[in-house]
Each structure stands twice: as structure tokens, then as C-alpha cells.
């Protein structure tokens, strides 16, 4: 078992950032790719971003390419996202997720997931 922690979110300004932390319990981390997802109100949960399990391998959606940064320190059993040039359309709750593969792991293949963290940007 994985328990998994998001923390880190909040309320920014358009064009500010916020890095939000996943820290992972149960488990060492190092044994699953992570994904972020987020789901706004009245919106199905969407693809953010993935890692690999060793953090060479990164994936964006197309919306957050260049703005959005993914990685993670295995030592700490965390991973981040760096959230950069944020926009109105960004508000959401954001979760992130555990799974065998990134490819598995970005169509939401998952095996364990955090309770959310909410982020609102204001314009």
C-alpha cells in the first residue's frame, strides 16, 4: 500500500506559481512512475504531467507545456510540481498518482491516488 499526500496548493495571482509536493508513505516511492492530474468544477479529471520511476522521462499536456515543471527526489519519497505563468483555467484540484508505467500512468492507469490539493488562480 501507497498513501500519497499532495500539498503545496493555494490561492495566486495570474502569472504567479506554486510548487505543489506529493509525498508518499507506505511504500518507496522509487517503485512507481507519478502523474499529476487535475479536475476543475463541472470538468472531468485531465492529464497534467508524469515522471518516469528514475525521473529521466518526463510528459506534459499540450496546456501546461513550458509553464509546468515535474520531478521528484526518491531519497525523499516526494514529487513536485512546479507550476509556473499560472492562468485562470489552471484552478482545480490538483492529485497526483502512483502506477507501474508513465505511459500507463497518463491515461490514468493508476494504482493509488492522493486526496487532492486545491489551486485557484485569480485574474
Known amino acids: 500500500q501507497v498513501q500519497l499526500v499532495e500539498s503545496g496548493g493555494g490561492l495566486v495571482q495570474a502569472g504567479g506559481s506554486l510548487r505543489l509536493s506529493c509525498a508518499a508513505s507506505?511504500?518507496?516511492?522509487?517503485?512507481?512512475?507519478m502523474g499529476w492530474f487535475r479536475q476543475a468544477p463541472w470538468k472531468e479529471r485531465e492529464f497534467v504531467a508524469a515522471i518516469s520511476r528514475s525521473g529521466v522521462i518526463t510528459n506534459y499536456a499540450d496546456g501546461v507545456k513550458g509553464r509546468f515543471t515535474v520531478s521528484r527526489d526518491n531519497a525523499k519519497n516526494t514529487v513536485y510540481l512546479q507550476m509556473n505563468s499560472l492562468k485562470p483555467e489552471d484552478t482545480a484540484v490538483y492529485y497526483c498518482?502512483?502506477?507501474?508505467?508513465?505511459?500507463?500512468?497518463?491515461?490514468?492507469?493508476?494504482?493509488?491516488w492522493g486526496q487532492g490539493t486545491q489551486v485557484t488562480v485569480s485574474s
Open positions: 498518482a502512483a502506477g507501474t508505467s508513465l505511459n500507463t500512468v497518463r491515461v490514468g492507469k493508476t494504482d493509488y
Open positions: 507506505g511504500r518507496t516511492l522509487s517503485s512507481y512512475a
